[in-house]
């Protein structure tokens, strides 16, 4: 009898927790049906590109010629040779190349999202982009570098496709299942013309981004890029002309974003030691206490210069215009209520308050507060069932105003230096990850006022629920006990008002 | 950061301390049949290097990790054959360095059954003797498994089965090896995607890797005296490295090989007040920290 009781315990407890663990799937992508093929999206105003035709695309093959029909055989013996991987890969880039490739990048920001470890000896050493794959990685894609790389590589996408609609509707040639009904079509089949293919072009312009943002993961993306286009020929969605002249197009158009990454000041965006000491002497002579380092060792500031990073949107001087007012001065009454608010909020956190706090925590490796916001966007851009071209206008436009918020945020806090509530009061202890820069304003409040300014105008019956997101985000640093209210406030007013330069353009970019 | 261990730390000790209850999961003991032992172990666990993957390191921004657990622990008698176990603590995690907030709260209660279903005597007095475990642990709060390597917990149930053999070649002496397989279920943290393992998750759901442990045990145990000397050897069987200067994750691959002593003494025999003393060193690790830990408990039985 005994001897069954521990059987029985023992098979029941197996059975209770010996089950399935699988994880997923998430952020499923349905094959691509187009609520729209966008004709005009050849006459929408560009990002960096001074025309939809700067880069030409010679006239295709008449789909009478030898060639051509050539390009459909290949096709067909392709068809009738598929294997489960190949299968595999159609069903994942029908899903749509903007959606993809924004899941992608993601990914690569979570894996690079990591300060260099202190040297053994003091100090830290430099991510160095001549040395990507060594100790430490390059980059360090932390939540600035991330915007900037999720706005470069939206919005060389958007130009690119922008463009391929434009040639696609002058040269007008179908997609090959279109015209040889022998050709199967493996993914949705709709009127868009498809020279050139514009799979190609986003793998094209994406994977020379990539490379130039994220040089060590030059091996997947580029496997990734061809595996884009293959799915495209073997769905039948485009011939081997198509492809290859989209991913001329592509390669070209990254080309322009890459030259204009070159000379935006990025590279310049460390600072130097002088530099750091010059703002911090600054705080201290307007009678400030000046921000210093919480790590151990010290670490240098984040990326102290990426305020002088070129925007998209704003120029220099709308950056000095638009930097919000001074914070509470480090002696005032003010910031002693609001450091001591922040001790109080820690001390008795909620369980729903540290929920929070840690939904929103997007620090050191996650995809950064701007990963967080691609995430959002990318079930509304799903749902909406939006090609292409018009998927990634909204990725584009978004980054771009988060790429803003950035620079507008850094200025900010650069220029005022403030000091963290962890500084002012080293017994505040922090829920999550204290961020080594400047506290006012609030990154995060500042993305994501940006963000939701944005997501708003693309999808109106969700403004409620961006505005509960945005000022969740924004609340969510007082609840980790790394920001004071004032920064969060003014991080969250910073963020529209840079969101807004975004939204004019948007308004007359001739998209209906 | 690394704290990792802390967790499972706890779990281990939980084990070798509640071994003086009179046992321990992985022990070769079983409470005489209607006695009831109810006692409190202490243990304090600290570390200042871990293993971030297989690369030992300090943390300027963690200092020295200690985990405190005050743990009730119990234990009966159902037949001569068949003890049940409960155990459940309460533990305070701290970092002597950087602004990272201290953890506290109660973390799992554990129940075992442990039945021998194999003893044999013979005439050289040699006694050997077989059982068969089974656990079950549960969360008994809502601590946030996404702290490490403050949280308290990995904030998931687990269920595992176990194997001991258990030799007393003359009376006194002892040598015991025991093997456990531990069924971690899935833990849900707060966020919507995370990184581990070389992949982004998108979803608040985090698999976690099952867990391989073994241990050899030796020492002396008669009359007022119990000595245990226990070798540990820790696998996860799953899970992904920290990555460079990353924080730990629940789910990494926690491994270790750790020696702990324990001296238990009862001051009137039979037994009904005993206390012990206990120390040990994760002697290597990976995902973890190189801790040091000490261990007292007091216990009374009652008999029924």
């Keep these: 009898m005994p001897r069954r009781l521990a059987v029985a315990l023992c098979a029941a407890a197996l059975v209770a927790v010996g089950c399935d663990k699988s994880v997923g799937p998430f952020e499923v ?52 040779n598929l294997t489960d991987h190949q299968r595999k890969a159609i069903a994942y880039w029908s899903g749509g190349g903007v959606l993809r490739w924004n899941q992608i990048v993601r990914e690569l920001v979570a894996r690079y999202n990591l300060p260099p470890a202190p040297r053994d000896e003091g100090g830290y050493p430099v991510p160095d982009a001549e040395n990507p794959f060594g100790d430490p990685a390059f980059p360090f894609a932390n939540p600035v570098y991330a915007a900037r790389a999720y706005s470069y590589v939206s919005a060389a996408q958007y130009d690119a496709l922008k463009s391929a609609w434009y040639w696609k509707f002058q040269y007008n040639r179908l997609s090959p299942a279109k015209i040889d009904n022998s050709v199967r079509a493996l993914m949705p089949l709709t009127d868009l013309p498809s020279y050139p293919s514009e799979d190609a072009v986003i793998s094209g312009v994406t ?58 000041g990025m590279r310049n965006a460390g600072g130097s030691a002088t530099i750091w000491k010059a703002m911090a002497d600054s705080a201290t002579a ?105 998927a990634a206008r909204v990725f584009a436009l978004l980054n771009m105003a988060m790429h803003d918020a950035g620079v507008g945020c850094w200025e900010a806090k650069f220029y005022y230096f403030n000091p963290r509530p962890s500084q002012m009061d080293p017994t505040i202890k922090t829920q999550i990850g204290l961020p080594n820069f400047p506290s006012y304003p609030s990154g995060h409040s ?14 109106p019956s969700g403004t409620e629920n961006f505005d509960a997101m945005r000022d969740e985000a924004g609340i969510s640093r007082l609840y980790g006990g790394i920001h004071y209210r004032s920064d969060i406030d003014a991080g969250k007013a910073h963020g529209g008002r840079i969101g807004a330069f975004t939204l004019n353009f948007a308004r007359s970019d001739g998209a209906p | 950061m690394k704290q990792l261990r802390s967790l499972r730390a706890v779990i281990l000790l939980a084990a070798s301390a509640a071994s003086a209850a009179a046992q321990t999961a992985g022990d070769g003991i079983l409470m005489p049949k209607k006695v009831l032992s109810a006692g409190v172990v202490y243990s304090q666990d600290s570390w200042d290097q871990y293993w971030e993957g297989s690369l030992k390191r300090t943390n300027g921004n963690i200092g020295t990790l200690t985990t405190k657990s005050l743990m009730m622990v119990a234990g009966y008698g159902v037949t001569g054959n068949l003890s049940l176990t409960a155990n459940l603590p309460y533990v305070w995690t701290h970092a002597t360095q950087g602004v990272l907030s201290d953890m506290s709260g109660i973390q799992d209660l554990t129940i075992s059954a442990k039945y021998r279903f194999l003893r044999v005597q013979s005439a050289d007095r040699s006694l050997f003797s077989a059982f068969i475990v089974g656990t079950a642990a549960v969360p008994m709060s809502n601590y946030t498994p996404d702290f490490y390597p403050l949280s ?68 002396y145990r008669r009359g007022r005296w119990m000595v245990p000397v226990t070798l540990t050897q820790q696998r996860t069987l799953g899970g992904g490295d920290i990555r460079r200067q990353d924080m730990p994750f629940v789910s990494n691959r926690m491994d270790f090989t750790r020696l702990d002593g324990v001296l238990r003494y009862s001051i009137n025999v039979p037994k009904d007040l005993a206390f012990q003393i ?18 007292s408990g007091l216990f009374y039985a009652y008999h029924f």
């Design chain 2, 152 to 219: 308290i917990g990995t904030g998931g149930e687990r269920a595992g089965v176990r194997m001991t053999l258990d030799l007393q070649p003359t009376p006194g002496l002892f040598v015991t090896g025991s093997s456990a397989y531990t069924f971690c279920n899935n833990v849900k943290l707060n966020r919507n995607s995370y990184y581990t393992d070389g992949q982004l998750y998108l979803t608040n759901e985090v698999a976690m890797p099952n867990v391989l442990d073994n241990s050899v045990s030796a020492g």
């Design chain 1, 207 to 264: 994977v020379e981004m990539l490379k130039a943002l994220f040089p060590a993961a030059v091996e997947e993306v580029t496997l990734k890029a061809a595996e884009q286009r293959n799915a495209a020929l073997w769905s039948g969605k485009a011939t081997a002309s198509d492809i290859a002249a989209g991913l001329a197009l592509g390669k070209s158009v990254a080309a322009v974003f890459i030259a204009r990454a070159g000379g935006d």
């Design chain 1, 446 to 459: 500042t993305f994501s006022a940006a963000a939701a300014e944005v997501m708003s105008y693309f999808f």
């Design chain 1, 286 to 390: 307007r009678g400030e206490i000046a921000w210093t380092s919480r790590e151990v060792p010290a670490r240098p500031p984040m990326l102290p210069l990426f305020g002088q990073v070129r925007a998209w949107m704003m120029t220099p001087a709308d950056i000095v215009t638009q930097r919000p007012p001074p914070p509470p001065s480090t002696s005032s009454q003010q910031m002693k209520d609001e450091t001591a608010e922040v001790k109080r909020t820690v001390e008795h956190l909620t369980d729903a308050q540290l929920a929070i706090a840690q939904k929103w925590n997007d620090g050191a490796g996650t995809y950064s507060p701007p990963g967080h916001w691609n995430d959002i966007a990318l079930e509304y851009v799903r749902d909406a069932k939006m090609s292409e071209v018009r």
């Design chain 1, 29 to 80: 992508l349905p094959p691509l049906e187009p609520s729209s093929l966008e004709p005009t999206a050849g006459s929408w105003r560009m990002i960096a590109l001074t025309g939809p035709s700067q880069i030409a695309v010679a006239a295709p093959t008449a789909t009478t010629s030898a060639a051509y029909l050539s390009e459909l055989d290949a096709i067909k013996t392709s068809q009738a």
């Design chain 2, 278 to 295: 206990g120390a040990g060193h994760v002697l290597r690790g990976r995902n973890v920290g190189q801790s040091t830990t000490i261990t």
